[in-house]
């Protein structure tokens, strides 16, 4: 096919993904137009029949798109393949996804990358379980553009009673789930009827062929207009400037704009957007672009904050809706803990509820507490601390999320927060009005003159493994020796400072937050502070590392469940046993062992007096290792 | 401000360079001198501005075309590369060449010495400028793609990855091959090489009407027909071939499936 190479030549490729049941001929149909619009490598084909003929085997066209040998064998494509053709148009990437059920997980790697959809139905076989899957999938992946082929048309004599059978059905189901499709196309992959040249077969049909139909698709265009969302990727310091590094999701920024930081909370300004080998610098950035910015505060920003413009900031919420489809091999169950990802930041979140689970088949629902495989469902997810969001219609970009189980991505959702409160971030009065104030006393002089360094020694471990019998006596011991030490201990800060925080997963994050901040003063003021929590989430234990990482020592006080539950100094074990403490560590509540701790003290295999003697040496040894003594600069977005 | 379809494809590839230095403890990056690999580390140094904050490793067999190598002594000092190289010194002393068969070949001295400074540095994440429109196997990776304890590729059992959320959680012991390039084609390659202007291996070039296409080991290399001498040459002679990119790469070749048995095993 001649076509207008200055056309092509800066056009983005438009990507097309081709759907549809198992053996509805989806990659004879791509291997099809491959040939009709010349786009095959010279000797594909010959060298694709020759190894028909060899294996004895009748040449199909969806050899040319099944490279890998397992597919010739077993006859189905298993992954997606990418494959670019050109039309007179414009430059295509057709992504040919697997229309088996096993492989559902595969189909939607390659549906979500594209800008439009085709989905193909055999007009045999009609309207099947993965016509109808695929097409509710390719809606809630935020697919828009969707044309159907009904094929192998030479099956049924070409019968146009046949065709408007089909795709009255597929119009029936797609307009129930407010689907309209651009086209509907009666087509013979096989022979090549309407694929490219029109059908001499099928005179009444009038509409447009195949490849005149993706030549109908608008090109997806970058969400510029959209409020700002800037995730925030990564902090950069390899010289001397700070760069924030994240990728524009939604909307613009530009040198001067105030952003606000969620759920954090703190504000700053653009003070340049960097850039490397350029030789103008930019001032504004849109959707799409990958920069780095720099800010005119020293505001303590991580990876997983969302920028936004103060003035249209995205919602937080610890409780929010989804719709999700699910890929884990185990079912997602109510109750269920799970790591969420949405843009850069994670989050740990609870299945509290699933509302329904969605027969693609009728669109029926199924009222259970758990989600199979391969099943769509709308649940209530419930994260442990704010989550900066926005809902899928609003902003799809930071609208969506995946979930991981282990090692595994085994899901991906759109929220909606019908019937939930819509709460935003508000810049924070520390941020706005607080600056920090230098001592006149530096960490380093505190050190010198105590004539040691202060820390934090992070005792973690369950109830009873001896969190609260090791910091005593290592207070004591160090005492002894002349160390300004202090323990925080987890039952005498509850009485007191943490007296209005009960046990949820909530509140012992938050007690955790008060002693990692309480923590990092008295290190702040040279002592070395140890704290004695059972502090069962590592995220909990990572923000108050957070906070000043070179201070801090995580101790891991090791002692098996069992052997807690045998020493049960506190009696707390026999009364969760008995139902009347709801969530314990351990028991009902999950303890996440430190994975890389400073220091980790087996107090099963150890006696008290050998395990104090462990940290003991960890302390002379590795805390006051470096002489002479210099003091880390104190923490900037602190007001003291 | 109005955006090409290079200022796009180059942000998707800065954006997972950046997930891949945040999210993976010991990463690295292959550099086969070629020019994808050239490209990449040209976006890696965009990525950072101007820094490469991880080894740049290069797996030496030996048989590689004396023109590559003096262009990688040259750029890794002019550009402060922290570069590694590899290579199965015992496998050469053993007289291993193409003549013992491609695959046998490749194997020894490209993926075994690539598995073992995995092993030696405790990568967990190795950067290579695969695409997918080069060849049949690739088209079919992931962005983020991860191996097994042997460095295996498991193609029939790859994880979702959609939404650019990639899979950043692995078991001790494997490792991601992360491709920052997956996306783009040939000719998108040659247009950024002449928009930025990044410095190529002049085999590139045609010289008496051949040209290399794709770079590798000498004795498996071969020329094709051009009369390309320039960046824009190529560029314009890319908009109307007809001839695959890899047909110059003989490995490919030896069977029906051997690129494939190749990746499988660990190759790139």
Known sequence: MPYDAAVLSNATALKIVIVGHVDHGKSTLVGRLLHETDSLPDGKTQSLREVCERRGMPFEWAFVVDALQAERDQGITIDIAHIPFRSRLRPYVIIDAPGHKEFLKNMITGAASADAAVLVIDAIEGVQEQSRRHGYLLHLLGLRQLAVVVNKMDAVDFSEQRFDEVSGEIRAYLAGIGVTPTQIIPVSARHGDNVVGRSGQMAWYVGPTVIEALDGFAPSIEPTELPLRFPVQDVFKFDHRRIIAGRVESGRLKVGDRLLFSPSGKTARVASIESWNSAVPAVSAAAGQSIGVTLDEQIFIERGQLASLVEAAPIEAELFRARLFWLGRAPLQSGRRYKLKLATAEHIVTVEKVERVIDVADLASVATDWVERNAVAEVVLRARSKVALDTFIDNPRTGRFVLVDNYDIVGGGVISMEGLPDRRCAPAQAAADLTSVAHKVTMGDRWKSNRHRGGILWLTGLSGSGKSTVAMEVERRLFQKGYQVFVLDGDNVRQGLNSDLGFGPEDRAENIRRVGEVAHLFAQAGMIVITAFISPYRADRDRARAIAPELFHEIFVDASVEECQRRDPKGLYAKARQGTIAEFTGLTAPYEPPLTPQLAIDTAALSVEEAVEEVLRYIERDVQRTEPVAAPPVRPDVAL | ?268
């Open chain 2, 1 to 268: 401000m109005s955006t090409s379809d290079l200022d796009a494809l180059e942000s998707q590839s800065i954006f997972i360079l950046r997930e891949a230095f945040n999210r993976i403890d010991k990463v690295a990056m292959l550099w086969s001198i070629g020019k994808d690999s050239n490209v990449l580390l040209w976006l890696a140094r965009k990525a950072f501005f101007g820094h490469v904050p991880f080894p740049v490793v290069h797996v030496d067999t030996s048989y590689k075309i004396p023109e590559m190598i003096e262009f990688r002594d040259r750029f890794a000092k002019e550009w402060k590369l922290p570069l590694i190289i590899g290579g199965n010194q015992e496998a050469l002393a053993d007289g291993m060449h193409p003549a013992k068969g491609r695959v046998t070949c490749c194997t020894a001295l490209k993926t075994e010495p690539l598995k073992q400074i995995i092993r030696e540095h405790g990568f967990t994440g190795v950067i290579v400028g695969i695409r997918r429109d080069e060849e049949g196997t690739r088209a079919k990776e992931r962005v983020f793609s991860p191996r097994n304890e042997t460095a295996e590729w498991d193609f029939k059992d790859q994880p979702p990855e959609f939404w650019d959320q990639f899979k950043t959680d692995f078991a001790p012991g494997t490792h991601l091959r992360i491709h920052p390039l997956l996306h783009w084609g040939e000719l998108d390659v040659w247009r950024y090489i002449e928009r930025e202007n990044i410095p190529m291996v002049d085999l590139y070039f045609a010289k008496n009407g051949r040209r290399y296409r794709s770079l590798g080991c000498a004795p498996c290399t071969g020329t094709v027909a051009s009369n390309a001498t320039t960046v824009a040459e190529i560029i314009e002679e890319l908009r109307t071939t007809r001839v695959s990119e890899r047909s110059g790469r003989a490995q490919d070749k030896e069977s029906e499936d051997a690129f494939e048995r190749l990746r499988s095993q660990g190759y790139m």
